[in-house]
């Protein structure tokens, strides 16, 4: 089949199930990464994550538009998010005469009881195989990098320090891993 | 970005209301794909009919389009410089923490239910271990959501 072809139906997909936000899309470009190595790698993806929290806009479109560019240029990342709203867009007009009753539906309500905890779960994986490809490059364990990882997540927990920009945490990793050579 | 959203369409153009606001983010969150995306499409289709909901959507995801693909063009010809992959080590460990505390957050808000707990070990396990498709996986909970969890939102409510 066409790459491109291929590409758009790869996420339609992935905006048809992405439930929970923009992370939520990860764990199936992961799959599209596993797939189609050819068109961008899981190491990538890791990358696209770190441009698109650091960037302005919803960071599910951002990572959307990355993993189109590294498939077809400009034109692969105009399409892949495209057809990654597409789904979301399609279904809005559908419901949208009936959302009232839509929201209340005790159907509705059951299955994403059941969507939501899937979505955290996905999204925790995608967080482990970051967390494995960031602690463990090129199959070397490297400690100072789990130090550092300990380090970031324990200031994340603390108050006042959490709120602030990822792009901040991810300047400062930047500049820790020229410094140290990582 | 969900404030700038109020700001700019409750505050100061008077599209919706605030309690509609809050409506379209709640429906906004139980339609598939992204969440800013999907309330910019119901305010536009509220605001404008299908016109509206359709340049709504274009306008929320054509700033991303243009920062992004000049950052991606700018990195794909400087992905080798050493500086770069230097960079990109400490990067990744930053990616790993932030995404963690994420589904921290998540957990904390969105999990009420003891069967949830299990959906989401149960998900993450074959996934991450089992090498499922997460097609799979989003499928058969939402099958058993329908299923099997109808009424538990009332309990956890009580």
């Known amino acids: ?182 | 970005m969900l404030p700038l959203m109020e700001a700019e369409a409750v505050d100061r153009n008077s599209w919706v209301t605030k309690e509609e606001m809050l409506d379209i983010y709640t429906l906004s969150q139980c339609t598939p794909g992204v969440i800013a995306v999907n309330t910019a499409t119901f305010i536009g289709r509220k605001t404008k009919g299908f016109f509206g909901a359709l340049f709504a959507t274009l306008g929320v995801i054509t700033p991303s389009l243009i920062i992004i693909s000049l950052i991606a063009a700018f990195f794909t010809s400087f992905a080798d410089n050493p500086y770069v992959v230097h960079a990109f080590a400490g990067i990744r460990v930053a990616v790993a923490a932030l995404m963690a505390c994420v589904v921290l957050k998540f957990i904390k808000s969105g999990i009420k239910a003891p069967a949830q707990v299990g959906i989401l070990i149960a998900a993450f396990i074959t996934v991450a271990f089992l090498k499922i498709s997460p097609v799979i996986i989003i499928l058969v909970s939402g099958l058993f959501g329908f299923f099997a969890l109808r009424g538990k939102e009332a309990e956890v409510d009580e």
Request: proline fraction near 5%; aromatic fraction near 12%.
């Open chain 1, 1 to 182: 089949m066409n790459k491109l072809l291929l590409m758009c139906l790869n996420f339609f997909k992935t905006g048809l199930l992405a439930v929970g936000g923009g992370l939520a899309t990860v764990p199936f470009l992961k799959e599209i990464a596993e797939k189609h190595p050819d068109w961008y790698t899981v190491e990538d993806l890791t990358n696209m994550i770190a441009v698109g929290e650091s960037t302005p806009g919803p960071i599910g479109i951002n990572i959307a538009t990355y993993a189109g560019f590294q498939t077809a240029g400009v034109i692969g990342g105009i399409l892949a998010t495209l057809f990654m709203v597409a789904p979301s867009f399609i279904v809005i007009m559908i419901i949208y005469k009936a959302w009232q009753k839509f929201k209340d539906n005790d159907k509705v309500q059951a299955t994403f009881l059941g969507l939501r905890p899937a979505g955290i779960g996905l999204i925790l994986s995608v967080c482990y195989t970051v967390f494995v490809s960031a602690v463990i490059p090129g199959g070397t364990f490297n400690p100072y990098l789990l130090l550092m990882f300990l380090v970031f997540f324990a200031a994340l927990q603390i108050p006042k320090i959490k709120d602030i920009h990822p792009i901040f945490y991810i300047l400062l990793a930047a500049a820790i891993g020229i410094i140290f050579k990582l």
